[in-house]
């Protein structure tokens, strides 16, 4: 089994197996240059591969996951046009929720730290998880319960921000009204309106009954 040994910011070294870190992009890269896992014999590498960023409970939690989908295939790559987009799976598996459960410093950690080792399949993971949280969380103070995060609006604020949505919403409902409007007149002009009258016909001929228009019009008198 061959290993390498990562250290985190806490000085930390970490021991972990060469084909579950290199999940990461950027590990792997550098296990590259070095020339680790090239020989089956070595069990643990002595060069050390120092990550400063990554705190000490953020990297266990990146060998966790990294071990957990060691033989998972490479993800797909991006449809064309899709190369910058965030793609969400709503789907997470049992072994990932059971992953999930950690405390929310530890979460927000892990993305950056997912982000910064180039772990695909990590971050979209974490950062799909973060989404239902907030989707779950419905409303701005329910979101702001979940995360504990501080309203530092005045009610200035608050009530200033209510006027613009609501000055927002009502232009958008004129303007949506005169739309309907042009497109009613415009309906009702087309098929229920008046026929216009023919070019030599009196308007007093158009409000005679048909028969009398009729003799009015071919001369049907004897």
Known sequence: MVKCQLQCGSSKVFQVEIGAISKSVIVKAMLDDLGMGQDPSIAVEKE?????????PCMEKVIEWCELHKDDPPPPPPAPGEED???????????DKEFLKMEDSVLFDLILAANYLDIKGLLDL?????????????????????????NDLTPE??????EEALTWLDSDSDEEDEEETKAGEASGGAEGGAAAPTPGTSQSAME???????????????
């Open 126 to 150: 974490t950062t799909t998880h973060v989404a239902h949280m907030i989707v779950e969380a419905r409303t701005p103070e329910g979101i702001r319960k979940r995360f504990n995060i501080k």
């Open 85 to 95: 987009l965030m793609i969400f799976n709503d789907e997470i598996s049992d072994p």
């Open 208 to 222: 005679m009954s048909p028969g009398a228009a009729l003799e009015g019009a071919v001369g049907g008198h004897d």
């Open 157 to 162: 604020d608050l009530k200033k921000i209510e």
């Open 48 to 56: 050390v591969i120092p990550l400063p960023n990554i705190s000490e």
